[in-house]
């Protein structure tokens, strides 16, 4: 069994301020992790994605993410939050194989200027 | 490539009607998946295929939900008779692998009037 848990729903900070937005899985086995991006109105997009390289991955837009096996967290970070990046993300684990994928709840970013 | 594209981008019927919502994969992927999402339940997976053959379809809510895929480039979901509850958008989206990494659609936002 797997699941996902982003641990808050909605996330506010200033523009040019750091944002965490913060993930927790829990798999049986060696886990690819995701991130997902999804502004109002639009489809997902990958942010960026784990699958057992380099344990700090960057992605798009300035965002990056550390796996922690001893925390069993993903959290994704960005130095300086911009407009553009008010948006709905969601933190995506899969074990692999025919298992179904799980999503997060999501959270919701809110930057203010 | 133009990536996942679905049709309609949205859709406003009557209950009781047959919706057929289409979907595009991106040339290539062996993995397609169909998603809804509604503020209540979040992003739920509702079937996926590989290499056209339905895999797994227990997320699909009712019988009156099917999908198909004829071929490599096309696949439909269909909601017969459709029902007010079936309001929300959905996702249709592909990936190389095992959902290696999924490229989400547009999204179909379907109102059941």
């Known amino acids: 069994a797997q699941s996902v848990t982003q641990l808050d729903s909605h996330v506010s900070v200033s523009e040019g301020t750091p944002v965490l937005l913060r993930c927790n899985y829990s798999?049986?086995?060696?886990?690819?992790l995701f991130w997902y991006v999804q502004h109002p109105n639009k489809g997902l997009q990958l942010l960026l994605k784990y699958t057992s390289a380099a344990t700090l991955v960057k992605g798009i837009n300035g965002f990056e993410a550390e796996f922690k096996k001893s925390e069993t967290s993903f959290h994704l970070t960005k130095p300086s939050a911009h407009m553009s990046d008010a948006a709905e993300y969601f933190c995506?684990?899969?074990?692999?194989?025919?298992?179904?994928?799980?999503f997060g709840i999501g959270t919701k970013l809110q930057v203010i200027p | 490539d133009a990536g996942v594209i679905q049709s309609p981008r949205h859709e406003v019927t009557e209950m009781g009607q047959e919706v057929t919502l289409r979907c595009k994969p991106i040339?290539?992927?062996?993995?397609l998946f169909w998603y809804r999402q509604t503020m209540m339940r979040g992003l739920e997976l509702l079937i996926y295929f590989n290499n056209n053959v339905p895999i797994d379809d227990s997320g699909m809510p009712e019988d009156r939900f099917s999908a198909k895929m004829p071929n490599a480039s096309f696949s439909t979901l269909k909601i017969q008779p459709s029902e007010p509850r079936d309001s929300a958008v959905y996702f249709c989206a592909s990936s190389l692998g095992a959902w290696t990494e999924a490229f989400f659609g547009q999204g179909t936002r379907l109102t059941v009037v």
């Open positions: 798999s049986s086995y060696s886990p690819s």
């Open positions: 040339s290539g992927h062996d993995y």
């Open positions: 995506v684990v899969n074990s692999g194989g025919y298992q179904k994928v799980t």
